[in-house]
């Protein structure tokens, strides 16, 4: 478990190397600070659940993806937001099994 300020560092740094790499992404993240960190929170509980109940968790996902698609939402921001996360729990948690697991 995280202690909360490490777990507001990680939703920070996912945004910010996110909208490094894809400025278009705040075309489409246009919400208030504590609705990113929402989303991000979501994002971490999903990697999870994945593991904990898949079929449920893969048809969640599939619905959010829906949702995205209604949005406007175009996939090549898919890619960026993942290496984003990825990059950013490389950096803050050292166990390499749960960074693999991402």
């Known amino acids: 478990n995280l202690e909360e300020h490490a777990k507001y560092k990680i939703r920070s740094d996912i945004y910010t190397k996110f ?28 990697c999870l659940e994945i593991y904990q109940s898949p079929k ?22 898919v890619a960026p937001f993942r290496d984003a996360t990825i990059a950013t729990m490389k950096e803050t948690v050292a166990d390499r099994g749960v960074t693999q697991s991402f």
């Open 19 to 46: 909208f490094e790499s894809c400025p278009e992404g705040h075309d489409f993240f246009k919400q208030s600070n504590t609705r990113l960190h929402f989303i991000a929170d979501m994002i971490l509980q999903m």
């Open 56 to 77: 449920q968790t893969v048809s969640n996902l599939s619905a959010l993806g829906l949702r995205h698609v209604g949005f406007g939402v175009t996939t090549d921001l």
